[in-house]
T-cell receptor
Framework: GENVEQHPSTLSVQEGDSAVIKCTYS??????FPWYKQELGKGPQLIID?????GEKKDQRIAVTLNKTAKHFSLHITETQPEDSAVYFC?????????????FGAGTRLAVHP | DAGVIQSPRHEVTEMGQEVTLRCKPI?????LFWYRQTMMRGLELLIY????????DSGMPEDRFSAKMPNASFSTLKIQPSEPRDSAVYFC?????????????FGPGTRLTVL
């Protein structure tokens, strides 16, 4: 069935270090992969996304990579700052029931220590 | 734009009581989603509306849960009767549509505690 696996579940880094979160998906037909950031007491917010026609996308300190053959995609945060501390969710769209359904990974709780 | 608005932000109720959660999507958005977030199961899609019509309710856990969207600017999620295992954060999200992977905008959520 439709599934997105995300690792690690928790990640602790020192300010200035890099953080990497990895996800795999089950449906090879999936072709759009957003990443959401959820701060404490708030709803998830889209921070970056990638479509299957590209292998990498960057936005300042954030980058996503996609390996369609391996059905694997990753979020990379460089020069981490305390305000990057949050829960990050990867997601993938699956065509199901006549529409594109968004399935989320379990989330990664990132802690950036000053 | 005020974003997606949810009320109440917090709800504490006793087992067996009826609970109604409310959502106002972003103006102009024609798709609305209700999600439930728990530590054990993460973010789960409960129901999806498009143009006020329920398209996919396969995520609704059981008959105690019901959702309505009487117009483009309002939706409710009702639990009757509520049970302790319903305790979770419930999010409403809206988007312009689903045909082209449009971004889903999430509300702040309603934290429900059933005692």
């Amino acid at each position: 069935g439709e599934n997105v696996e995300q690792h690690p579940s928790t990640l602790s880094v020192q300010e200035g270090d890099s953080a990497v979160i990895k996800c795999t998906y089950s449906d090879s037909a999936s072709n759009y992969f957003p990443w959401y950031k959820q701060e404490l007491g708030k709803g998830p917010q889209l921070i970056i996304d990638i479509r299957s026609n590209v292998g990498e996308k960057k936005d300042q300190r954030i980058a996503v990579t996609l390996n369609k053959t391996a059905k694997h995609f990753s979020l990379h945060i460089t020069e981490t700052q305390p305000e990057d501390s949050a829960v990050y969710f990867c997601a993938a769209y699956f065509f199901s029931g006549g529409y594109n359904k968004l399935i989320f990974g379990a989330g990664t709780r990132l802690a950036v220590h000053p | 734009d005020a974003g997606v608005i949810q009320s109440p932000r917090h709800e504490v109720t006793e087992m067996g009581q009826e609970v109604t959660l409310r959502c106002k999507p972003i103006s102009g958005h024609n798709s609305l989603f209700w999600y439930r977030q728990t530590m054990m199961r993460g973010l789960e899609l409960l129901i999806y509306f498009n143009n006020n019509v329920p398209i996919d309710d396969s995520g609704m856990p059981e008959d105690r849960f019901s959702a309505k969207m009487p117009n483009a600017s309002f939706s409710t999620l009702k639990i009757q009767p509520s049970e302790p295992r319903d305790s979770a954060v419930y999010f409403c999200a809206s988007s312009l549509g689903t045909s082209d992977y449009n971004e889903q905008f999430f509300g702040p959520g309603t934290r429900l505690t059933v005692l």
